[in-house]
C-alpha cells in the first residue's frame, strides 16, 4: 500500500486534472498555466542535478530547452507538417511518433552539453558559469542565423502535429504529455541520484579530490550527469514548443536560464522536491501577480498616500518577484528545503508513502 | 573480508624507478626509487615539505611524474586518472580528511565501490535484476566492514558529526572498502591526541594483520613510525638520505642532521 500511495495519487491526480480540462471544468488558461507549471518543475529539476547535486554552477540551461525545441519543432513539421513538402508520416502515427520525436530533441541536447561538460572536467564554479552563458549566446546566436529555421524571425509550424492529435480524438493532448512528461522528469532524476552510481554526483560535490581517488570516474560521471539534464531540459522545450506553436532564439536567452536558476535557489540545493515546490510557487506567483486587481490590491496602502501614481502589473512584478527573492534569500539563504527532501522535513509523511 | 590467515605472493607491490617531479625550477621529488613487497609496513619520513606527499599524489596519480615509472603489480601507471590507479588496488586517505560528510558513514563506504558497481545510467533508472544485485552485494559489504571496523552504529551519521579520531577510521574503512594491495597513509595521525594516537597504532597493526594488505606511511609522529614499520625511507629537498630499519635511521647521522641541524653533531 505504502509502496504505490504515491504512484496512484499522482495517476488519480493526472487523471483528475484531464478530466476537468476534457470537460470544461478548467479552462484554457488554467490549463497553460498548469502546463507552464509542468515545463518550469522539469527544468529546475533538472538543472537542480547541475547546479544542486553536482555543486557545479551553471547558468545556460535555457540553451538545452531550445536545442531541444528547435529539433523535436523541426522534426514534428518533417513528419507532421506541410511546411517542408508533403507530412513523411501518417497522421495516425502521431501518438507514437510525438514522444519519440521529444525524446530525440532532447537526445541531441544531451550531446550539446558536452560543450559544458568538457570544459567542466578543469574549470568550476565562476569559470564555469561564464563557459555556460557563452555556451547560451552561442546557441541562439547560431540558430538567429539560420534562415533554414525562420533565424531570428522564429518558427512555426508545430501546429500541425496537435492538429494531427486532436483528429484521432478530441482531449487536452498537450496537457496529456506535458503531465507524463514531468512525471517522466521526477522519476528518472529521483532514480538516478538514489543509486550508488548517481551518489557519486554528490561525491563530486562535497569533495571532487576524494572522489576520484575512492574510484568515482570523476570525468564520466560529469558528463552523463550533464547529459541527463540537458536531455531533460530538452525535452521541456520540445514540449514548450508544441504548447506554444512558435519558437524563437530569443525567448531560450538567458532571462530563461536566470529563470531556471531562480527556481533552483529557491527551493533550495540538491533538494528534488524543493525544485518541485519551487517551480510551482514560482510559476503561480508569476502569474497572480499578472493580475491589474491584485497588484492594486497589494500596493492600496501606498497608492493610499500617493494617489497620483498608477502602478502598472506588468512592471511591479518584476519588482516584486526580486524582492521577494531578495528576502528569501536574506532570511532563508538554504532555500524552501535547504538540501534535504520532503520526507526529511516531515518525517510523518514517510509514513504514508515510499518515493523512488 | 578479515582474512585471519593471510596468503602473501612474492611480485613487488609497487615499484618506483627514478621518479622525478619539478614544478617550474623546484626539484620536488629527485630520482625516487622504491621497490616494496608484499605484506611489509613501510615509512616514509621527512622534514616539512621534504616531498613526501608529492610521491603520494604521483603514485596515486594526480601528478604525471616528469621522469621515471611507476609499476603497480608490475603494470605502469603513467597516464592513468586516479581512479584507475585505485582501481590497480592502490587505495589512500589524506593527511586533512577527505570525507563525504553531507553523505552517510554507509553511503560513504558504498560510493567507494563506485568502479566496480557494473551497472550504468540505464540500470539505475530503470532497478534492473543487476542494479538490485549490485546493490544489495555493496551494502551487505559496506555494513560487514562497517561492523568489523565497530562503526556500525554510526551508520547513518553524517561523517561531519563524528569525533575527528572516528573521522580517521571511517577514512581508513573507506580506503580498504576499494580492496586495495597497497594502501597509502598520508600522516594517519595528524591531529590526533596521545590516547588516540595510540588507538591508531593497534588500528594499523590490526588491519595489517587481518586485511591482505601492505601499507606505506608518512608520519611526522617518531614513536608511530617507529614502533609500526619493519622498513623506513627517509627523504629531505627530494632526495633519498637514509633508509632502512628503525634502529638503523634513528642513529643515522644524515637523517639527524636533516632534523636538527648540522650543529648538533
Known sequence: MKKYSLNMLLVVFAIGLLFAAHFGIIDGYIQIVVMTIGINIMMSTSLNLVNGNMGEFTCGHAAFMCIGAYISSILSVFCFGTKFGEPLLPAASVLIVFPIILLIGGAVAAVSSLLVSVPSFKTRDDYLAIISIAVNYMIISAIENLDFVGGSRGFQGMKDTTWAMIDIFDGPWMLFWVINFTIFTVWVIRRFISSTYGKGVNAISQDEVAAEIMSVNTNKIKIINFMVAAGLAGCAGGLYAHIIGYVNPQSFNILKSTEALVMVYLGGMGSLSGAVISAVIFTGLLEVLRSQAIIDGLLSPVTFMFPDWEPSAGVIKWVMIPLMLIIVMQFRPEGIMGNRELGDVFPKLKRFYRFK | ?265
Not at chain 2, 65 to 73: N, R
Not at chain 2, 129 to 135: G, L
Not at chain 2, 145 to 172: C, H, M, S, W
Not at chain 2, 211 to 224: K, Q
Open chain 2, 1 to 265: 573480508m578479515a582474512q585471519t590467515q593471510v596468503q602473501r605472493d612474492n611480485a613487488p607491490v609497487i615499484e618506483i624507478n627514478g621518479l622525478t617531479q619539478r614544478f617550474g625550477g623546484l626539484t620536488a621529488v629527485d630520482d625516487f626509487n622504491v621497490k616494496l613487497m608484499p605484506g611489509k609496513l613501510t615509512g616514509l619520513i621527512g622534514p616539512n615539505g621534504a616531498g613526501k606527499t608529492t610521491v603520494f599524489n604521483l603514485v596515486s596519480g594526480f601528478y604525471q611524474p616528469t621522469e621515471g615509472q611507476i609499476l603497480v603489480g608490475g603494470k605502469p601507471t603513467a597516464g592513468f586518472k586516479p581512479h584507475k590507479v585505485t582501481a590497480l588496488g592502490v587505495a589512500r586517505t589524506f593527511q586533512n580528511i577527505r570525507l563525504w560528510n553531507d553523505m552517510t558513514v554507509l553511503d560513504n563506504i558504498r560510493v567507494a565501490q563506485h568502479y566496480w558497481l557494473g551497472y550504468g545510467f540505464f540500470s539505475s533508472v530503470f532497478r534492473t535484476k543487476r542494479y538490485k544485485q549490485r546493490e544489495t552485494q555493496i551494502s551487505e559489504e559496506a555494513n560487514e566492514l562497517l561492523e568489523v571496523f565497530d562503526l556500525k552504529r554510526f551508520a547513518d551519521e553524517f561523517p561531519k558529526n563524528l569525533p575527528y579520531g572516528t573521522q580517521r577510521k571511517l577514512e581508513i574503512a573507506r580506503a580498504l572498502s576499494t580492496h586495495p594491495k597497497l594502501l597509502l597513509l598520508d600522516e594517519p595521525a595528524a591531529g590526533l591526541n596521545s590516547h588516540d594516537v595510540k588507538d591508531l597504532i593497534r588500528l594499523i597493526r590490526w588491519i595489517y594483520d587481518n586485511f591482505d594488505v601492505s601499507i606505506w606511511m608518512i608520519e611526522h609522529h617518531m614513536d608511530v613510525v617507529m614502533e609500526l614499520c619493519s622498513h623506513i625511507k627517509v627523504i629531505d629537498f627530494g632526495q633519498t638520505i637514509a633508509e632502512g630499519t628503525p634502529e638503523e635511521i634513528r642513529n643515522h647521522p644524515a637523517v639527524i642532521t636533516a632534523y636538527l641541524g648540522d650543529d648538533v653533531i
